[in-house]
């Protein structure tokens, strides 16, 4: 027996369904912001991800010698790939470049639910637009997007600025910083607290925990809270970005089917991130479907000019999980020809019926009674007869599988009774 690899999967009706209307959704809502599409490669140099992705992803890539002896990786993420593409290609179009993909990323972990070694991603990357404009673009796109498939969720904020400024402070190396980010992001405040006392006084220690405390969806209560506990231990100077968060939160009109978590504790393992970063979480899956966030550094770091850059990406495998209804299809209709003579006819119903937009499935051998047979077992609710009065006068019998109705029309005339609009 053929087995699929492990970690991956195959997807398959209905889910396939549910996970391209996701990726539908996607393409036609970050369209709508003005965003193109970017189509990148799987494969790229493992130098690209090794020094911005972070310690964790870094083990985590899948990586190996190509027969040239080249070190290449398969993409475990897409924004350093669009980093090098804009360095590249369009570092002198106008600001902002608004791209977006659809990609496959790999992760060599322990697949459990909602999480697999092979993930599909929709994002987005705008290059060029600064705070505050970029996050508010950012933050309404990911409303509008869940808003639309009918998703309530909660997004999480959290600013990486502010850690930096108070590790940079106490001349914390980036190396290390990166290993705290790894602990605040999985919430392993013991590892944080034991790599950190090396560098700061034991009542920093105290302000860090007070600070990761700090978790709610009163906003501007929690920011006067934070304001404290930095004016208490002398980073009164880090206030503006305490400020910024408020602002941004009260200048986000968001829907009803969303809503913002001010959570100080909250990082994300990825080296790049710089400013505002966000997780985006439904009510039904206990995993982040969506993240992004501010990297103002990383096309600098990649050779590039010093760019303002911010983005998001939902996981399409966990979207589609999160979706609480089922996503209805085109209604089908399968063509019945009544003998083998008329194949060529229901063909050519088939080809008029598809320019239309119409869903059908031809059938080829079976008679009348074992069609219909087969279209109850697939839930096909139409069946459209083709026999000599197409071909003599262009109709067909129409049957109505759950109605348990037929009517005799013209072709033209099948979008009415498939959308239950018309009659003979």
Request: with cysteine.
């Amino acid at each position: 027996m053929l087995r699929k690899v492990k970690g991956v999967r195959d997807i398959l009706p209905p889910e396939s369904i549910k996970f391209t209307y996701v990726i539908e959704k996607f393409r036609k809502i970050v369209s709508r912001f003005g965003y193109e599409e970017i189509i990148t490669p799987t494969l790229e140099y493992f130098e690209l991800f090794e020094k911005k992705s972070g310690v964790e992803i870094s083990k985590t890539m899948y990586v190996f010698k190509d027969k040239k002896g080249l070190i290449l990786a398969l993409r475990p993420e897409v924004t350093p790939s669009i980093a090098r593409i804009y360095i590249n290609y369009l570092k002198s179009s106008p600001l902002p470049v608004r791209l977006f993909y659809v990609a496959n990323c790999f992760r060599y972990e322990e697949p459990q639910r909602a999480r697999y070694r092979e993930f599909w991603q929709a994002g987005v990357e705008c290059i060029g637009l600064k705070e505050p404009y970029g996050e508010l673009e950012t933050l309404t796109m990911v409303d509008t997007l869940m808003n639309e498939l009918k998703i309530p969720v909660s997004i999480r904020i959290g600013d990486m600025a502010i850690w930096r400024s108070i590790f940079d402070y106490y001349l914390i190396p980036d190396e290390k910083q990166q290993l705290l980010f790894t602990a605040l992001d999985k919430g392993d405040n013991e590892t944080f607290t034991n790599l950190v006392q090396e560098y700061v006084p034991p009542k920093a220690i105290n302000m860090f925990q007070r600070l990761m405390q700090i978790k709610g969806s009163n906003v501007s209560s929690l920011c006067a809270e934070c304001r404290r506990i930095l004016s208490d231990y002398g980073f009164s100077e880090i206030e503006g970005r305490i400020d910024f968060i408020e602002e941004l939160s009260l200048s986000l009109k968001l829907s009803r089917n969303s809503r913002i978590i001010l959570d100080m504790g909250f990082a994300r393992g990825l080296a790049y991130y710089t400013g505002i970063i966000f997780e985006v979480y439904s009510s039904n899956l206990d995993v982040a479907i969506g993240g992004g966030g501010r990297y103002d550094s990383l096309i600098e770091v990649f050779g590039g000019p010093p760019t303002p850059a911010i983005g998001f990406a939902i996981g399409v495998d966990r979207v589609s999980m999160a979706l609480n209804y089922d996503v209805k299809t085109s209604p089908r209709i399968l063509l019945v020809p009544v003998k083998p003579e008329y194949i060529s006819a229901a063909l050519n119903a088939q080809v008029i019926l598809a320019r239309k937009g119409m869903c059908t499935e031809l059938e080829y051998k079976r008679d009348l009674r074992k069609a219909l047979k087969y279209a109850n077992n697939r839930d096909i609710p139409f069946v459209a007869i083709i026999g000599s009065e197409f071909v003599s006068e262009g109709k067909v019998t129409i049957k109505d599988m759950m109605r348990r109705t037929q009517h005799v029309i013209s072709l033209e005339k099948i979008a009415d009774i498939v959308a239950g609009q018309g009659s003979s």
